[in-house]
């Protein structure tokens, strides 16, 4: 009883003061978030901003900074997958090129329209309803996707796929051929997925990916196994930007928190990688489709449950 | 161990400089400075004091205040969530002024029975005696939106829930001792003690206490607010070399 008592101290007793934040937490609970965020980073090649943040929140981290810093900690969690995802030659380059180009002119735009949403009051608001309805609809489609892959694969095992769809978007110009994904299609559709990938991103405060490897597959038609290390490589770009411009413009980006929550996080990605690589790519994208509704379900749960809270306090700052 | 010599030296040197000194009231911490370093979780401040004749004392450690050492306090909005088709949102908010960020208070017996109600509503003696000056409000009951300000910040431990106890060594000597949580504001603090006789404050004394960052957290916050580019791009560059050291770390498995 006495040496369970040491060790439960010993571990309660293991706090660091991030110095952003300006509050001193766990370490090793600092450590397990980051590194199952980063298992999941791995295994499906998104960023896991849409599950860090409300977990950094719920653990005592202002919003602020939790929404800053896990944009520095994603850069990390996505280098190391991009290059074991590059070791594999799973990585689209010149289709992420293009896809980023959108993405950062998406971006921009979102952060002016982000502005415009604070000064309307409810911000919040309109944040946790944006990722209900993303999470919970995608969720929704990927799962009932994936369940009907799962049935088709067992009844007709060999069966000839398709190579590719042809559909209204083959009649756009500017077409351009992405050898690795196999496609030869108009450019102006990955730029428009960056685009609106990046707008709804930087709304949200999330690299993005849980909307863009949906549609990489579905709307793009890419083969799966490119999809995640092309979606890492483009974040990688997104949240470095969106790194310096919380630096700049809100010193909100905790160093510190975010070299633990990477350490982590690194660490996670890449049995995620490795793990990922030897599931089924039906297995995987039911699995992902769960987590983001369980996700949704969870902020789902939030806006409706009484808190037990009522109210809220925000310093506004001292007149001096 | 130095902080046990001085905390044994302490009421000795306050006993000695008593009759030189023409205070009724005397005390001390034993350290004037809370360092918030990357170790930081919180502390305990012990307040060392003696009286000259027998008397009740009071302790209040509140802050932090303006540079000109006014105790002036953030302003701060208290919000109340309200129920719009079934989703619950934002709704009124009440704004206060002149909120201190910490507010603590000890006292050798409960405070109701060393001091009337408008003594303690004078110096704003214990926590709901805080004076919460409402500027803008939305909604009529000010009140509740008061005392859920006092509530949130008891439970995160910036305000006192209960007053502390100050207990007496023999009938001249004191001590108490005040709980900072992690989340503590910087700036500098004011320590208050009084000397009550007969539902009177006789004599009281008040110093400084000094609450900063310091070492390695300290570094990270200056550099963070003296230039945030630098500061976004040595972020960035830190997590690149992170990832890649990872990947070269499991590359061979």
Known sequence: MNGLQAISDWFFGLQIYLPIAEVSLNIVVLLAIGGGVGLLSGLFGVGGGFLMTPLLIFIGVPPAVAVATQSNQVVAASVSGVLAHWSRDNVDFKMGGVLLGGGLLGSSIGVLIFGLLKRFGQIDLVIAIAYVVTLGSIGTVMAIEAVNALRKVRRRQGAPAKLHQHNWAQGLPFKMRFRKSRLYISATLPIAIGFVVGIMSAIMGVGGAFLMVPAMIYLLGMPTSIVIGTSLFQIIFVQAYVTVLQSVQNQTVDLLLAMILTLGGVVGAQFGGRWGARLPAEQLRLLMALVVLAVAGGLLYQLVAMPRELYAVITLGAPR | ?253
């Open chain 2, 1 to 253: 161990m130095r902080r046990w010599i001085a905390a044994l030296l302490l009421p000795v040197a306050l006993v000695m400089s008593l009759p030189v000194s023409a205070k009724d009231i005397v005390a001390d911490l034993v350290v004037h400075r809370i360092e918030i370093t990357s170790g930081f979780a919180g502390t305990e401040l012990t307040l060392f004091g003696a009286i000259n004749e027998k008397g009740d004392a009071v302790a209040v450690v509140r802050g932090p205040t303006a540079p000109g050492g006014n105790l002036v306090g953030d302003t701060v909005e208290v919000r109340r969530k309200m129920r719009n088709l079934g989703i619950w949102m934002s709704g009124a908010h009440v704004r206060f002024e002149n909120v201190p960020g910490f507010y603590a208070i000890a006292a050798s017996r409960p405070l109701e029975e060393i001091l009337t109600f408008d003594m303690l509503d004078r110096y704003q003696l214990g926590t709901a005696e805080l004076k919460l000056a409402a500027t803008e409000a939305t909604a009529p009951n000010i009140a509740d939106f008061a005392a859920a300000l006092l509530r949130i910040r008891q439970k995160l431990g910036l305000y006192s829930t209960r007053v502390g106890h100050i207990s007496f060594i023999g009938e001249r000597l004191f001590r108490t001792s005040f709980n900072f949580p992690s989340t503590v504001p910087t700036g500098i603090y004011n320590v208050e003690v009084y000397l009550v006789r007969d539902g009177k404050i006789v004599d009281a004394q008040s110093f400084p206490l000094l609450v900063n960052r310091a070492g390695f957290s300290a570094d990270i916050y200056d550099f963070a607010h003296r230039n945030g580019a630098a500061y976004g791009v040595l972020a960035v560059l830190t997590a690149l070399l992170f990832g890649w050291i990872a990947h070269l770390a499991f590359r061979r498995r």
